[in-house]
Protein backbone atom coordinates (compact mmCIF):
# COMPACT_ATOMS: atom_id res chain seq x y z
CA UNK A 1 0.00 0.00 0.00
CA UNK A 2 1.25 3.10 -0.58
CA UNK A 3 1.12 6.29 1.55
CA UNK A 4 -1.70 8.00 -0.63
CA UNK A 5 -3.51 5.29 -0.62
CA UNK A 6 -3.57 5.00 4.08
CA UNK A 7 -5.50 8.05 4.21
CA UNK A 8 -8.82 6.60 3.90
CA UNK A 9 -8.07 3.34 4.98
CA UNK A 10 -10.15 3.51 8.29
CA UNK A 11 -13.31 3.93 5.76
CA UNK A 12 -16.24 1.77 6.22
CA UNK A 13 -15.72 -0.64 3.63
CA UNK A 14 -14.37 -3.12 5.59
CA UNK A 15 -15.98 -2.80 8.81
CA UNK A 16 -18.03 -5.34 7.71
CA UNK A 17 -15.29 -8.20 8.66
CA UNK A 18 -15.22 -6.13 12.21
CA UNK A 19 -18.83 -7.19 12.18
CA UNK A 20 -18.55 -10.63 10.24
CA UNK A 21 -15.91 -11.25 13.29
CA UNK A 22 -18.88 -10.11 15.83
CA UNK A 23 -21.15 -12.03 15.03
CA UNK A 24 -19.20 -15.66 14.64
CA UNK A 25 -17.37 -14.69 17.91
CA UNK A 26 -13.93 -15.57 15.69
CA UNK A 27 -10.52 -14.54 17.41
CA UNK A 28 -12.36 -14.20 20.60
CA UNK A 29 -10.48 -16.78 22.78
CA UNK A 30 -7.11 -16.11 23.54
CA UNK A 31 -4.96 -18.95 21.47
CA UNK A 32 -7.07 -18.45 18.86
CA UNK A 33 -6.45 -14.79 18.92
CA UNK A 34 -2.89 -15.14 19.15
CA UNK A 35 -2.55 -17.90 16.91
CA UNK A 36 -4.33 -15.06 13.95
CA UNK A 37 -1.12 -12.70 15.18
CA UNK A 38 1.30 -14.83 14.00
CA UNK A 39 -0.01 -16.48 11.31
CA UNK A 40 -0.04 -12.38 10.31
CA UNK A 41 3.15 -12.11 11.48
CA UNK A 42 4.67 -14.54 9.25
CA UNK A 43 3.53 -13.36 5.89
CA UNK A 44 5.53 -10.42 5.66
CA UNK A 45 4.93 -9.52 1.78
CA UNK A 46 1.07 -9.51 2.61
CA UNK A 47 -0.95 -6.49 4.70
CA UNK A 48 -1.71 -7.13 7.93
CA UNK A 49 -5.39 -6.53 7.04
CA UNK A 50 -5.14 -8.84 4.17
CA UNK A 51 -3.66 -11.48 6.53
CA UNK A 52 -6.73 -11.33 8.39
CA UNK A 53 -8.66 -12.17 5.65
CA UNK A 54 -6.78 -15.19 4.47
CA UNK A 55 -6.85 -16.88 7.88
CA UNK A 56 -10.22 -16.65 7.77
CA UNK A 57 -10.45 -18.60 4.62
CA UNK A 58 -7.17 -21.18 5.30
CA UNK A 59 -4.76 -20.67 8.29
CA UNK A 60 -2.73 -23.22 6.62
CA UNK A 61 -1.19 -21.11 3.96
CA UNK A 62 2.34 -20.95 3.93
CA UNK A 63 3.64 -18.13 1.36
CA UNK A 64 0.80 -16.69 -1.02
CA UNK A 65 1.38 -14.27 -3.95
CA UNK A 66 -0.67 -13.10 -6.84
CA UNK A 67 -0.15 -15.68 -10.54
CA UNK A 68 1.58 -12.81 -11.91
CA UNK A 69 4.05 -12.44 -8.72
CA UNK A 70 4.19 -16.34 -8.90
CA UNK A 71 4.94 -16.17 -12.51
CA UNK A 72 7.44 -13.21 -13.04
CA UNK A 73 9.32 -13.75 -9.70
CA UNK A 74 9.43 -16.92 -8.92
CA UNK A 75 9.21 -18.84 -11.65
CA UNK A 76 6.29 -20.47 -11.24
CA UNK A 77 2.86 -21.36 -12.30
CA UNK A 78 -0.92 -21.77 -10.52
CA UNK A 79 -1.97 -25.59 -10.50
CA UNK A 80 -5.29 -26.56 -12.51
CA UNK A 81 -8.17 -26.58 -10.09
CA UNK A 82 -6.52 -24.42 -7.16
CA UNK A 83 -8.81 -22.31 -5.10
CA UNK A 84 -7.64 -18.49 -4.97
CA UNK A 85 -7.91 -16.75 -2.14
CA UNK A 86 -9.67 -12.88 -2.01
CA UNK A 87 -7.85 -10.31 -0.58
CA UNK A 88 -8.59 -6.38 -1.14
CA UNK A 89 -6.99 -4.75 -3.80
CA UNK A 90 -5.36 -0.97 -4.03
CA UNK A 91 -8.12 1.03 -6.09
CA UNK A 92 -10.09 -1.57 -6.41
CA UNK A 93 -12.59 -3.97 -4.72
CA UNK A 94 -10.60 -7.29 -4.44
CA UNK A 95 -7.69 -9.59 -6.07
CA UNK A 96 -6.68 -13.05 -5.92
CA UNK A 97 -3.74 -14.41 -4.22
CA UNK A 98 -2.49 -17.91 -4.59
CA UNK A 99 -0.52 -20.21 -1.76
CA UNK A 100 2.73 -21.85 -2.75
CA UNK A 101 0.69 -25.54 -2.35
CA UNK A 102 -1.21 -24.41 -5.20
CA UNK A 103 1.80 -23.76 -7.66
CA UNK A 104 3.84 -25.51 -9.96
CA UNK A 105 7.79 -24.76 -11.51
CA UNK A 106 11.15 -23.73 -10.13
CA UNK A 107 12.56 -24.43 -6.00
CA UNK A 108 12.13 -21.63 -3.73
CA UNK A 109 14.33 -19.06 -3.10
CA UNK A 110 16.46 -20.16 0.38
CA UNK A 111 14.75 -18.14 2.86
CA UNK A 112 11.59 -17.33 1.72
CA UNK A 113 9.33 -19.59 3.89
CA UNK A 114 11.07 -18.26 6.75
CA UNK A 115 12.71 -14.85 6.02
CA UNK A 116 13.37 -13.86 9.62
CA UNK A 117 15.61 -16.77 10.70
CA UNK A 118 17.68 -13.96 11.67
CA UNK A 119 16.48 -12.11 14.55
CA UNK A 120 16.89 -9.76 16.75
CA UNK A 121 18.27 -6.63 15.23
CA UNK A 122 16.73 -3.21 13.60
CA UNK A 123 17.38 -1.43 10.83
CA UNK A 124 18.61 2.21 12.09
CA UNK A 125 16.85 3.46 8.49
CA UNK A 126 13.69 2.61 9.80
CA UNK A 127 13.84 3.97 12.89
CA UNK A 128 14.39 7.21 11.22
CA UNK A 129 11.71 7.34 8.72
CA UNK A 130 9.36 6.30 11.47
CA UNK A 131 10.62 9.31 13.75
CA UNK A 132 10.34 11.46 10.40
CA UNK A 133 6.83 10.18 9.80
CA UNK A 134 5.73 11.39 13.33
CA UNK A 135 4.96 15.14 12.15
CA UNK A 136 2.11 14.18 9.57
CA UNK A 137 0.06 13.41 12.50
CA UNK A 138 1.17 16.05 14.95
CA UNK A 139 3.19 13.49 17.16
CA UNK A 140 6.45 14.40 18.49
CA UNK A 141 8.89 11.84 19.52
CA UNK A 142 10.79 12.88 23.06
CA UNK A 143 13.54 10.27 24.38
CA UNK A 144 14.63 10.63 28.04
CA UNK A 145 16.57 8.69 30.48
CA UNK A 146 13.69 7.02 32.88
CA UNK A 147 13.90 4.30 35.16
CA UNK A 148 14.88 0.89 34.51
CA UNK A 149 11.49 -0.34 34.61
CA UNK A 150 9.66 2.12 32.16
CA UNK A 151 9.44 2.39 28.63
CA UNK A 152 7.35 4.85 26.92
CA UNK A 153 4.11 6.86 27.12
CA UNK A 154 2.05 8.36 24.93
CA UNK A 155 -0.25 11.65 25.32
CA UNK A 156 -1.23 15.01 24.71
CA UNK A 157 1.91 17.49 23.57
CA UNK A 158 3.36 19.41 26.27
CA UNK A 159 3.30 23.42 25.84
CA UNK A 160 6.64 23.97 23.91
CA UNK A 161 6.42 20.77 21.75
CA UNK A 162 7.15 21.66 18.19
CA UNK A 163 7.53 20.05 15.21
CA UNK A 164 8.78 20.61 11.60
CA UNK A 165 6.08 19.91 8.86
CA UNK A 166 6.34 20.25 5.31
CA UNK A 167 4.35 23.17 3.43
CA UNK A 168 2.21 21.99 0.12
CA UNK A 169 4.32 24.24 -1.82
CA UNK A 170 7.49 23.25 -3.42
CA UNK A 171 9.95 26.34 -4.22
CA UNK A 172 12.86 25.15 -6.66
CA UNK A 173 12.08 21.35 -6.36
CA UNK A 174 12.30 21.75 -2.82
CA UNK A 175 10.30 21.61 0.02
CA UNK A 176 9.95 23.90 2.85
CA UNK A 177 9.64 23.60 6.01
CA UNK A 178 7.68 25.04 9.03
CA UNK A 179 7.19 24.74 12.51
CA UNK A 180 3.94 24.08 14.41
CA UNK A 181 2.85 22.99 17.76
CA UNK A 182 2.28 19.21 17.91
CA UNK A 183 -0.51 17.70 18.99
CA UNK A 184 0.59 14.57 20.69
CA UNK A 185 3.86 13.92 22.36
CA UNK A 186 5.47 10.15 22.50
CA UNK A 187 8.13 9.60 25.54
CA UNK A 188 10.56 6.58 25.37
CA UNK A 189 13.30 5.27 27.39
CA UNK A 190 16.33 6.66 25.78
CA UNK A 191 18.39 4.29 28.46
CA UNK A 192 17.05 1.29 26.15
CA UNK A 193 18.50 -0.62 22.99
CA UNK A 194 17.52 0.52 19.70
CA UNK A 195 15.34 -2.64 19.17
CA UNK A 196 13.56 -1.80 22.68
CA UNK A 197 13.10 1.77 21.71
CA UNK A 198 11.48 0.74 18.33
CA UNK A 199 9.00 -1.61 20.32
CA UNK A 200 8.13 0.75 22.47
CA UNK A 201 7.31 3.49 19.99
CA UNK A 202 5.41 1.37 17.94
CA UNK A 203 3.42 0.05 21.07
CA UNK A 204 2.66 4.09 21.59
CA UNK A 205 2.02 4.83 18.33
CA UNK A 206 -0.47 1.63 18.31
CA UNK A 207 -2.71 3.68 21.08
CA UNK A 208 -3.00 6.80 18.31
CA UNK A 209 -4.15 4.47 15.34
CA UNK A 210 -6.45 2.84 17.68
CA UNK A 211 -8.25 5.49 18.38
CA UNK A 212 -7.00 5.67 22.17
CA UNK A 213 -6.76 9.18 22.33
CA UNK A 214 -9.16 10.31 20.12
CA UNK A 215 -8.69 11.64 16.10
CA UNK A 216 -8.68 14.08 14.37
CA UNK A 217 -10.39 12.74 11.49
CA UNK A 218 -12.53 9.25 11.59
CA UNK A 219 -10.90 8.09 7.90
CA UNK A 220 -7.56 8.18 9.42
CA UNK A 221 -7.70 6.57 12.22
CA UNK A 222 -10.89 5.54 14.37
CA UNK A 223 -12.24 8.23 17.85
CA UNK A 224 -11.80 4.86 20.28
CA UNK A 225 -11.94 6.85 23.31
CA UNK A 226 -14.43 4.50 25.17
CA UNK A 227 -11.88 1.65 25.14
CA UNK A 228 -11.08 0.30 29.11
CA UNK A 229 -7.76 -0.04 30.16
CA UNK A 230 -7.63 -4.10 29.34
CA UNK A 231 -8.60 -3.49 26.04
CA UNK A 232 -6.02 -0.41 25.23
CA UNK A 233 -3.05 -2.33 25.93
CA UNK A 234 -4.25 -5.64 24.70
CA UNK A 235 -4.28 -3.96 21.29
CA UNK A 236 -1.42 -1.66 21.46
CA UNK A 237 0.61 -4.85 22.44
CA UNK A 238 -1.44 -6.79 19.81
CA UNK A 239 0.03 -4.12 16.92
CA UNK A 240 3.17 -4.74 18.51
CA UNK A 241 4.29 -8.18 18.70
CA UNK A 242 2.66 -8.23 14.66
CA UNK A 243 4.53 -4.83 13.53
CA UNK A 244 7.88 -7.03 15.16
CA UNK A 245 7.40 -10.64 14.19
CA UNK A 246 6.89 -9.19 10.47
CA UNK A 247 9.80 -7.75 10.38
CA UNK A 248 12.02 -10.18 12.54
CA UNK A 249 12.45 -8.69 15.85
CA UNK A 250 12.06 -10.79 19.63
CA UNK A 251 9.86 -8.55 21.67
CA UNK A 252 8.31 -8.55 24.99
CA UNK A 253 5.07 -7.90 23.74
CA UNK A 254 5.46 -11.74 22.33
CA UNK A 255 5.93 -12.84 26.34
CA UNK A 256 2.54 -10.78 27.30
CA UNK A 257 0.14 -12.03 25.02
CA UNK A 258 1.69 -15.59 25.91
CA UNK A 259 1.18 -15.44 29.54
CA UNK A 260 -1.90 -13.18 28.89
CA UNK A 261 -3.56 -15.60 26.47
CA UNK A 262 -2.07 -19.37 27.79
CA UNK A 263 -5.65 -20.07 29.84
CA UNK A 264 -7.45 -19.78 26.27
CA UNK A 265 -10.32 -17.71 28.17
CA UNK A 266 -11.98 -15.22 26.30
CA UNK A 267 -9.95 -11.96 25.55
CA UNK A 268 -11.49 -8.60 26.00
CA UNK A 269 -13.87 -7.11 23.12
CA UNK A 270 -11.15 -5.63 21.36
CA UNK A 271 -11.47 -4.14 17.65
CA UNK A 272 -9.03 -6.93 15.65
CA UNK A 273 -9.76 -4.67 12.62
CA UNK A 274 -8.37 -1.44 14.67
CA UNK A 275 -5.47 -3.57 15.58
CA UNK A 276 -4.24 -4.62 11.85
CA UNK A 277 -5.15 -1.34 10.00
CA UNK A 278 -3.22 0.25 12.90
CA UNK A 279 0.15 -2.16 12.39
CA UNK A 280 -0.01 -1.36 8.72
CA UNK A 281 0.07 2.30 9.51
CA UNK A 282 2.87 2.14 11.41
CA UNK A 283 4.91 -0.61 9.58
CA UNK A 284 4.66 2.09 6.97
CA UNK A 285 5.98 5.23 8.60
CA UNK A 286 9.02 2.79 8.57
CA UNK A 287 9.09 1.82 5.13
CA UNK A 288 8.64 5.44 3.01
CA UNK A 289 8.31 8.92 3.02
CA UNK A 290 4.64 9.74 3.84
CA UNK A 291 2.77 12.92 2.25
CA UNK A 292 1.04 15.33 3.76
CA UNK A 293 -2.50 14.38 4.83
CA UNK A 294 -5.17 14.83 2.37
CA UNK A 295 -8.23 15.46 3.96
CA UNK A 296 -9.00 18.64 6.80
CA UNK A 297 -8.86 18.07 10.40
CA UNK A 298 -12.67 17.69 12.42
CA UNK A 299 -10.14 19.10 15.85
CA UNK A 300 -11.19 15.67 17.56
CA UNK A 301 -8.88 16.40 20.50
CA UNK A 302 -6.66 13.90 21.85
CA UNK A 303 -7.76 12.55 25.91
CA UNK A 304 -5.94 14.21 28.35
CA UNK A 305 -3.80 11.30 30.48
CA UNK A 306 -1.11 9.32 29.22
CA UNK A 307 -0.82 5.95 27.56
CA UNK A 308 1.80 3.72 28.60
Known amino acids: MKASEQDGLFGDDTSIIEQLLLDTQ????????LDLLNFVGRLPNIAPFNGLLIHIQNPDVKHVATARVWYEKL??????GAKPLIVLKNFGPVEFVYDITDTLGEALPPGLLDPFSVKGKLDQQRWDLTIGNCWRDGTVVVELPMGVNEAGAIGPAEPGDKLWCPTEDVVKG????????????????SLHSLETRYVTL?????HLYCGHLGTPNPKWWPDRRGCTLQEREVEAESVA???????????????????????????PPISIESVMKAARIIETMGTEVLPNRRTKSTNVKAGSSLLG
Open 26 to 33: RYRRGKEY
Open 202 to 206: VHELA
Open 174 to 189: KRRWQSKPATYRVQVN
Open 241 to 267: HVVSLRIGLENPAARYLSGYMKSNDPI
Open 75 to 80: KRTIRS
